[in-house]
Nanobody, 125 residues
Framework: QVQLVESGGGSVQAGGSLRLSCSASGYTASNYCMAWFRQAPGKQREWVSSITVAGTTLYLDSVQGRFTISRDNAKNTLYLQMNSLKPEDTAMYYC???????????????????WGQGTQVTVSS
């Protein structure tokens, strides 16, 4: 059974940093495209970043240059390093995974079949 567990969320002031982790179990993470999504109160869930099986990284324009997605396949763990945080980054952050080819990814949440429970990030001004 595939299981994803996020951690690392918290409350920080604008300009601060957080590192989210997503621990995967029940499958070989190296065969999966991994992603981070977020959902702010009253808004739809939005794609933030993906990392393909081949290691290609992709970002939402508003986080490009501030967030870095990475994966440690030996530890079956996905990370999201978030720097220069802004109040508009406040949201519940979710880890997602989908078995895929080396270069495949999607910005659509419907493409991903495996989800974590989320970790809250709150950025105050």
């Amino acid at each position: 059974q595939v299981q994803l567990v996020e951690s690392g969320g918290g409350s920080v002031q604008a300009g601060g940093s957080l590192r989210l982790s997503c621990s995967a179990s029940g499958y070989t993470a190296s065969n999966y495209c991994m992603a981070w999504f977020r959902q702010a109160p009253g808004k739809q869930r939005e794609w933030v970043s993906s990392i393909t099986v081949a290691g290609t990284t992709l970002y939402l324009d508003s986080v490009q240059g501030r967030f870095t997605i990475s994966r440690d396949n030996a530890k079956n763990t996905l990370y999201l390093q978030m720097n220069s945080l802004k109040p508009e980054d406040t949201a519940m952050y979710y880890c997602a995974a989908q078995q895929s080819g080396s270069g495949s990814y999607s910005r659509s949440q419907s493409w991903y079949n495996n989800w974590g429970q989320g970790t809250q990030v709150t950025v105050s001004s």
